[in-house]
């Protein structure tokens, strides 16, 4: 529990034991004074940051649906996608308030924070007398919808249960032995399959540790390996280039 889980460009920084105490609390948050219940599809538009890493793992917990939805995207792509999505909730940064002025008389809920040095954005949110909520999350159910317009056109959305979810990270980790003495550094968006589980996922599973950033600049990630000496990287060719 004293092991350093994550740590982002902000500052803030969990330990295993930090974060599962973070993570059960969000989740009472969302269950007991915002509703949130098992099948709820909620959208995350956040920055890589330890927020993220906390909202989603409240979402999983609790057996609801994260929803991703990409900040690169501009305003018109991103109600295209909220059009898709069935979304009852959405937790985002303030700065993307604005991508979602059509929504507000809607039924979907509103959770915004802002991430950024000094306060853990989601601090607003924690309260302790809120009751635990249990686990409700099994591994046939579905966890994760995420957009792909990797074949032909418009972004489709594809749904990922917790079983294919786990089986992906568990064979990342055979295939790279990753263990508990490892680490990364994100280098891709947190929102894509890549960062979210073949990063995230995988070194959470393997007891490492990862370290966000909040946007890919080549000098800042190239300073983070040499500084936390990290021991393993995913990224895509243009990255590496």
Known sequence: ???????????HRFTYGELKRTVDRFASALKYRYGVRKGDHAALMMYSCTEFSVAFLALVKLGAI???????????????????????????DTDYS?????????????????SGTGCFGLDAFLKADDPEAKMKGTYEDIS????????????KGVLITNYGYLHAVATYQKVFRITERDSTVIPVPIYMITGLSALFGLLMYSGGTVYFQ????????????????VTFIHAAPTVYQ
């Open 98 to 114: 604005s991508y979602f002025e059509d929504y507000r008389q809607t039924n979907i809920v509103f959770l915004e924070y802002h």
């Open 1 to 11: 529990p004293d092991k350093l889980a994550v740590e982002d460009s902000f500052g």
């Open 66 to 92: 994260a929803v991703m939805l990409p900040t690169k995207y501009r305003k018109k792509e991103i109600c295209a996608l909220v059009g898709k999505s069935d979304l009852r909730y959405v937790i985002c």
């Open 214 to 229: 909040q946007f890919f600049k080549a000098e800042d990630v190239l300073a983070c390996i040499q500084e936390k000496q």
């Open 144 to 155: 994760v919808m995420m957009f792909t317009s990797g074949t032909t056109s418009l972004s």
